[in-house]
């Protein structure tokens, strides 16, 4: 690790690798981050397989929506259609599972890239000359296309009833480096299988968004018109970026039904399941680099715990999820900055809690009122 990188007004940059550059603070948070996950098979409390199934499906989830996050904050392109790559993925593995013979979990990963691939390169170059509303729409239409050709397959896709991940032979489970696991063994190991993996896609990432790429993609979002004008091929650039994003998608579905071992197009491939992709992203802070994984980690734990806990769980789930937005607009990760620096100020001067009181009941009066109007204006057509 490099460590003679100093900006003229900031501190010092440790480089891990070429093009990969953190202060010492983003360097210990990512590194405690990182360390805490994978210490998760270990840790009291999610020594169970379900818990860390949880959080392995958080980081699927999560490693998807850190694709979307390429469009959506670079591009300011909204996709409303990535489930059709995490269930490519998540299709594609048991594609090559049960008509392939294939038993080998990195093989199976590899179908499910290359499927999802080959579906974002077909339909990327339909939607990407299209903007806004127009490009979400299609993306829309698209996963349900897809969605709707899987429920009409019942003979090769399985229709609602799915597939299973698995050859036709006495194996239970793929295999991993050509061994097969126990039922333990194999989730500790895909666990750690993809915790590898959303490093080396943490640091592609970033790497692309600091690369002349990366900021032709800014160029883009901030005004096609004026990216068109100094060179930049958009609709080129556009659709790589949305080939890119759903190689994640991809990735992502592959993992997913390596512990899943069984997937149905309900819970991989339904648009719903795009929009809670897109919701991860902006949960966790679509404007920073590890608010996607953070947001699909939250998410998912929290769906599985509450769903446990109450019978009303999705009312809880969303009252929960409207409290996080509502009070932490630039999500979890992108609202830490601002959080930390409000308890400095508020351990220097005590006295601010009480102007904090008024100003969140203002601000709650506030929304409350705006939301009266709307219905109002909704339901009667007035003002």
């Known amino acids: 690790m490099s460590t003679d990188d100093t900006d003229a007004d900031g501190p010092r940059r440790f480089r891990l690798i070429k093009g990969v550059k953190l202060t010492p603070k983003q360097l210990l948070y990512a590194f405690l981050g990182l360390f805490a996950l994978f210490l998760v098979p270990e840790l009291q409390g999610f020594q169970s397989q379900l818990r860390v199934r949880t959080v392995y499906v958080g980081l699927c989830w999560g490693l998807a929506a850190l694709g979307l996050n390429l469009l959506l904050r670079h591009t300011e392109l909204v996709s409303f259609g990535h489930a059709a790559f995490f269930g490519g993925g998540a299709y594609g593995a048991a594609i090559a599972a049960r008509y392939g013979g294939i038993e080998e979990a990195l093989l199976l990963v590899l179908a499910g890239i290359i499927l999802a691939t080959s579906l974002a390169v077909l339909i990327g170059?339909?939607?990407?000359?299209?903007?806004?509303?127009?490009?979400?729409?299609?993306?829309?239409?698209?996963?349900?296309?897809?969605?709707?050709?899987?429920?009409?397959?019942?003979?090769?896709?399985?229709?609602?009833?799915?597939?299973?991940?698995?050859?036709?032979?006495?194996?239970l489970r793929p295999t991993i480096f050509g061994m097969e696991w126990g039922s333990t063994q194999y989730e500790v190991l895909i666990y750690y299988l993809a915790m590898v993996v959303l490093v080396v896609m943490l640091v592609v990432t970033w790497r692309i968004i600091n690369s002349p790429f990366g900021r032709a993609l800014d160029a883009i979002g901030q005004d096609r018109t004026r990216a068109r004008f100094i060179g930049v091929p958009v609709k080129r650039y556009v659709w790589l970026t949305f080939i890119i994003s759903?190689?994640?998608?991809?990735?992502?579905?592959?993992?997913?039904?390596?512990?899943?071992?069984?997937?149905?197009?309900?819970?991989?491939?339904?648009?719903?399941?795009?929009?809670?992709?897109?919701?991860?992203?902006?949960?966790?802070?679509?404007?920073?680099?590890?608010?996607?994984?953070?947001?699909?980690?939250?998410?998912?734990?929290?769906?599985?715990?509450?769903r446990f806990a109450t019978e009303y769980w999705e009312f809880a789930t969303g009252f929960v999820l409207f409290l996080v937005v509502f009070?932490?607009?630039?999500?979890?990760?992108?609202?830490?900055?601002?959080?930390?620096?409000?308890?400095?100020?508020?351990?220097?001067?005590?006295?601010?809690l009480s102007g904090d009181a008024s100003f969140l009941g203002g601000l709650l009066a506030s929304k409350l009122r705006d939301a009266a109007e709307t219905t109002k204006i909704l339901l009667f057509g007035v003002k």
């Open 246 to 306: 759903a190689v994640y998608g991809g990735l992502a579905g592959g993992l997913y039904a390596l512990s899943m071992l069984h997937i149905r197009p309900t819970s991989s491939l339904f648009v719903l399941r795009s929009g809670e992709i897109l919701f991860m992203a902006i949960l966790g802070g679509f404007q920073t680099l590890l608010g996607p994984i953070v947001g699909g980690i939250v998410l998912t734990y929290m769906l599985t715990e509450l």
């Open 327 to 352: 009070l932490l607009p630039n999500g979890v990760i992108g609202s830490l900055p601002a959080i930390a620096g409000g308890i400095k100020d508020r351990a220097r001067n005590p006295g601010m």
């Open 125 to 171: 170059w339909l939607v990407a000359g299209y903007l806004d509303i127009y490009f979400s729409l299609l993306t829309l239409a698209f996963n349900q296309l897809l969605f709707a050709i899987v429920m009409g397959s019942p003979e090769l896709l399985g229709s609602d009833d799915g597939l299973g991940v698995r050859p036709e032979s006495d194996l």
